[in-house]
């Protein structure tokens, strides 16, 4: 009789603090690589010419969800100028125009630009929602920042770049650094808990 209680908190347990799985994540500048408990974060530098950031490039399927209500808005912002150069001025829109609000969990990217507010789940929904409405194809990315050496959950954006592949960007920075997590794309249905104090985390960053 005692050991069916004993197995419900068992299994409760494991549903409030699931084991993590961290995927094997490499593209043309950035490597995640888990080994036993050491976690490999790589970020490689200039390897791709003309991007508007130091960014990192996954190959993989082109894919364009256009919304057609952001298309004539994204295409004012962005008129003019080079590939790179329509992201750069999409990105640095929304950075400027978008105040940060961590407590906000809207993701519907309509909203957010009603609002002019919005957490990073905010800020990645509008900036792949602008970039997709001009036919730059672009996705979110879901995983976890590197805060004061605490994982945090965090999403960004990929978007691909003719013949070179997926880069990877983050619409509230200006830079990517070796401290992103990549757990999967378009969110996660729930977010795996884990420590870094259980890893050890090599961050590099190679020419």
């Not at 549903?15 to 094997?24: A, D």
């Not at 888990?34 to 408990?37: E, T």
């Not at 490689?44 to 508007?52: C, E, S």
């Given at each position: ?13 494991a ?10 994540f ?7 690589r888990?080994?036993?408990?050491r976690?490999?974060?790589?970020l ?9 950031y ?122 990517v ?31």
């Open positions: 009789m005692l050991l069916k209680p004993f197995l419900i908190s068992i299994l409760k347990i549903l409030i603090f699931p084991r993590i799985s961290i995927p094997y490499e593209n043309l500048n950035y490597t995640q888990l080994d036993g408990q976690l490999y974060l790589t490689r530098i200039g390897v791709v010419k003309d991007m508007p130091r960014v990192a490039v996954r190959r993989n399927v082109i894919e364009v969800n256009s919304d057609r209500r952001f298309y004539r808005f994204a295409s004012r912002i962005a008129d003019g100028g080079t590939y790179v150069e329509r992201i750069e001025k999409i990105l640095l829109w929304v950075r400027k125009n978008i105040k940060y609000d961590g407590n906000d969990r809207e993701d519907d990217p309509f909203r957010v630009l009603r609002s002019r507010r919005g957490s990073c789940i905010g800020f990645s929904a509008l900036s792949s929602a602008l970039l997709n409405s001009i036919k730059i194809p672009t996705k979110v990315a879901t995983g976890y920042i590197i805060k004061e050496g605490k994982p945090v959950p965090h999403r960004w954006i990929e978007v691909y770049f003719p013949g070179q592949g997926w880069v990877f960007l983050d619409p509230q920075r200006d830079m650094s070796p401290d992103y997590i990549f757990m999967g794309y378009n969110g996660l249905s729930a977010w795996p808990v884990f420590s870094l104090k259980t890893l050890e985390v090599k961050r590099e960053v190679r020419n």
